[in-house]
């Protein structure tokens, strides 16, 4: 079984309308009316939906959906322990097929099939870049208003985990994810404690990394991250997230693993989320490194993560 791409996350939260609203700042539609129950939120790209949360009394991460290359995959999936059956998904945007599973630590992770794409909505223009050795921007200003940025698509997810070896391994049985890099405990390259994983596309060219797998005394998910059209979309909102008062976590500034610019935020549970640009793309020559540092080192220029970043 192999997993071509990201679908959702799934949060349970105890007020809708004020995620909702916060999302929306943060650059997200509706994907459909909320019913008081369920919050559905998309992107401005073809997924039907890439947020979910349901009402429930406590704030926590729930999990997220995958989707595979083929209902056969989805047969599989579900004879293996744990799984549902192949089930229709009518209630939500897009429909198509299931398997609901659990990993190691209960997160609820979906193989979804099927799905009928959204039609993508309308992007604002993304200016060419006058670098010192070509200027293609010709006779046109940049005009950046701060406001609102449309957020293009869920780019991954990390989790924080009691057993990173097994937890990837659980993923690679079912969805056939493989490491771009890895993080070993600094200073002893030998213990390897965190894996960025990537779905594998052969000579494709995909993300750097889709899910990051990091061993932590606390189980949970340390974040979700949406990808912007390019620095401008980013840095326009982030003053309007200022503006509007809502809490910075980590950013503007440029990871090392993986290479993208990063702006973390909290939305008003607590739970950070990040806008995104320019990542890396590999495909089957890439080779994974080790990365045995401190987290001050991944951060290439710009904010340092703070000391609960990691926690």
Request: aromatic share 10%.
């Amino acid at each position: 079984m192999k997993a071509i791409d990201l679908a959702y996350v799934r949060y349970q939260t105890p007020d809708l309308s004020r995620l909702e609203t916060f999302l929306l700042d943060f650059g997200m539609h509706p994907a459909a009316p909320c019913d008081g129950k369920r919050l559905l939120m998309r992107g401005s790209g073809t997924a039907p939906f890439v947020y979910e949360a349901v009402l429930g009394s406590k704030p926590r991460f729930l999990g997220a959906g995958l989707q595979v290359a083929s209902r056969v995959d989805l047969a599989a999936l579900a004879r293996l322990p744990g799984s549902s059956a192949v089930e229709p998904v009518s209630e939500l945007p897009g429909g198509g097929e299931r398997v609901r599973m659990r990993m190691p630590d209960g997160f609820e992770i979906d193989a979804l099939h099927g799905a009928v794409p959204a039609q993508p909505l309308h992007l604002p223009r993304v200016d060419d870049f006058n670098a010192a050795a070509a200027k293609p921007r010709k006779n046109v200003p940049v005009r950046v208003a701060r406001q609102t940025q449309p957020v293009r698509r869920l780019g991954h997810f990390v989790l924080h985990v009691s057993d990173h070896d097994a937890s990837v391994a659980w993923l690679r049985e079912r969805f056939g994810l493989i490491a771009s890099d890895y993080l070993a405990v600094p200073g002893e390259p030998g213990r390897t404690i965190g894996s960025f994983l990537r779905v594998d596309a052969g000579e494709a060219w995909v993300d750097h990394h889709c899910m990051l797998v990091l061993q932590a005394p606390v189980v949970g998910v340390h974040h979700c991250s949406f990808e912007m059209d390019g620095l401008d979309a980013v840095m326009s909102a982030h003053d309007f997230l200022l503006e509007r008062g809502y809490a910075l976590d980590c950013g503007v500034g440029r990871h090392l693993l993986g290479s993208q610019i990063f702006d973390y935020w909290r939305d008003p549970f607590g739970f950070r989320i990040e806008h995104y640009t320019d990542g890396d793309v590999v495909n089957h020559l890439h080779r994974a490194s080790v990365f045995a540092g401190t987290a001050d080192e991944t951060t290439q220029w710009g904010a340092k993560p703070p000391l609960d970043f990691f926690s």
